[in-house]
């Protein structure tokens, strides 16, 4: 602490201010002095610095509302930034949940096309049952028919008309 106070608080200004290389922010300083530069942009530009102890009251409180307006600024980009996490969230679920009552449908679809396949199965099987039968039944008076012909032409001799010459 002893070291501390044999610096003064011109002479650490003005070591910061000497030229340095340029240092790699991590992005939440670059967010911070983003928001900052935003901030300082065209209302502070006489005031290049940062107050010193010979800086008047209004530059110290000119400094400290400017922190509390970034500040403010960062709270609500953070409270923006979760509200939109929490529709992407909510947008997600609602996804989700219709992403399941699709495959339910898609099932419920499957098994009812399926139902009806086996229907139609069993119609078809049906149907060519019944052909075949009716073909059977067909054959059969077919048969018959040519039976009773034959019995007919046979018991009753039909005498062939003469051909007569002209």
């Known amino acids: 602490m002893d070291q501390l106070k044999a610096f003064s608080w011109d002479s650490i200004v003005d070591r910061k201010a000497e030229p340095k290389p340029p240092e790699k922010h991590a992005p939440a300083e670059e967010r911070i002095t983003t928001v900052l530069r935003l901030m300082n942009s065209s209302d502070d530009a ?3 610095g940062p107050p010193t102890r010979r800086s008047s009251p209004e530059d ?5 509302e400017r922190v509390r307006s970034a500040a403010s600024r960062v709270r609500e980009v953070e409270n923006h930034a979760h509200e939109q996490e ?3 969230q909510d947008l997600l679920e609602r996804v989700r949940e219709d992403i399941a009552s699709a495959n339910e449908r898609v099932k419920i679809a ?4 399926r139902d ?4 139609a199965d069993a119609l078809l099987k049906a149907a060519d049952e019944r ?5 059977d039944r067909a054959r ?3 048969e018959w028919l040519a039976r009773v012909y034959d019995t007919i032409a046979s018991e009753f001799a039909f005498a062939q008309p003469e051909k007569r010459s002209a």
């Open 46 to 48: 006489a005031s290049s």
């Open 60 to 64: 110290w409180v000119s400094l400290i």
């Open 86 to 88: 929490l529709r992407v």
């Open 110 to 113: 499957e098994a009812h096309a």
């Open 116 to 119: 009806i396949q086996a229907r």
């Open 131 to 135: 052909v075949k039968a009716a073909e």
């Open 140 to 142: 059969l008076a077919e």
